[in-house]
């Protein structure tokens, strides 16, 4: 599955999902993690709220999950109409921390909500 993390530096998950210039991508199993790219979400010209959350979403439309440290209640509802499942992290939760915790859950026992991820990837419709 594919997870882009709102990020200023690339090791932290520090960003408002509406402020963050840029999303992290990583592809992720429950074996190994690796980095995909850098997702630019940099355009600040959009004044219309609807719109720039719009673009926002259109940055990271191949992820399945999406964490940041803030995300508003319209943005969510938006992100998860869009089929990628939002998840506020702690400020300034380590990427490869928060990917090590999301690998355990998936050797472990998964709650529902990440089996139907790891099952409906948008990775695994290519």
């Keep these: 599955m594919l997870i882009a993390f709102a990020s200023t530096d690339g090791v932290t998950v520090n960003q408002h999902f509406g402020w963050s210039k840029s999303f992290e991508l990583y592809r992720v199993s429950a074996e190994s993690a690796e980095y995909v790219k850098t997702l630019d979400s940099s355009e600040d010209e959009i004044a219309d709220e609807?719109?720039?959350?719009?673009?926002?979403?259109?940055?990271?439309?191949?992820?399945?999950?999406?964490?940041?440290?803030?995300?508003?209640?319209?943005?969510?509802?938006?992100?998860?109409?869009?089929?990628?499942?939002?998840?506020?992290?702690?400020?300034?939760?380590?990427?490869?921390e928060t990917i090590t915790k999301l690998q355990e859950l998936l050797l472990g026992n998964p709650p529902p909500w990440l089996l139907r991820i790891v099952h409906t990837s948008k990775e695994n419709a290519i």
């Design 50 to 96: 609807h719109e720039k959350l719009a673009y926002k979403i259109s940055s990271i439309k191949e992820a399945d999950i999406l964490y940041c440290s803030a995300i508003g209640p319209t943005a969510s509802k938006m992100v998860l109409a869009s089929k990628i499942y939002p998840v506020r992290s702690g400020e300034n939760d380590r990427i490869d």
